[in-house]
Nanobody, 118 residues
Framework: QVQPVESGGGLVQPGGSLRLFCAAT????????IGWYRQAPGKERELIAR???????VYADSVRGRFAISGNKTKDTVDLQMNKLKQEDTAVYYC????????????WGQGTQVTVSS
């Protein structure tokens, strides 16, 4: 079974940038789409960006124009470049995998903490 491994989080000032990395362990053959999600304290987990095997991307309104999801062949990861960060972007960020029928393939991992604060 495929499992996500997230990394790259940290503390950044408002207006700053971070790059998150989503790696996979296990069998990745069924993976069609990779999504980045986040969960802020007291809130539900929300989808912020997805990328499909054909390269199509989808973004939440709250991050469109500031975040970019892409495949990284060098590191074999799916990256989330986050620019112009705001305090409301503070959350634990998770990635996960979906098959061609859009079924979730993996258990949620530990995520990576992003804190935006001055």
């Amino acid at each position: 079974q495929v499992q996500p491994v997230e990394s790259g989080g940290g503390l950044v000032q408002p207006g700053g940038s971070l790059r998150l990395f989503c790696a996979a362990t296990g069998n990745t053959d069924p993976v069609h789409t990779i999504g980045w999600y986040r969960q802020a304290p007291g809130k539900e987990r929300e989808l912020i960006a997805r990328i499909s095997s054909d390269g199509r991307t989808v973004y939440a309104d709250s991050v469109r124009g500031r975040f970019a999801i892409s495949g990284n062949k060098t590191k074999d990861t799916v990256d989330l470049q986050m620019n112009k960060l705001k305090q409301e972007d503070t959350a634990v960020y998770y990635c996960n995998f979906f098959d061609v029928a859009d079924a979730l393939l993996a258990d949620w991992g530990q995520g990576t903490q992003v804190t935006v604060s001055s």
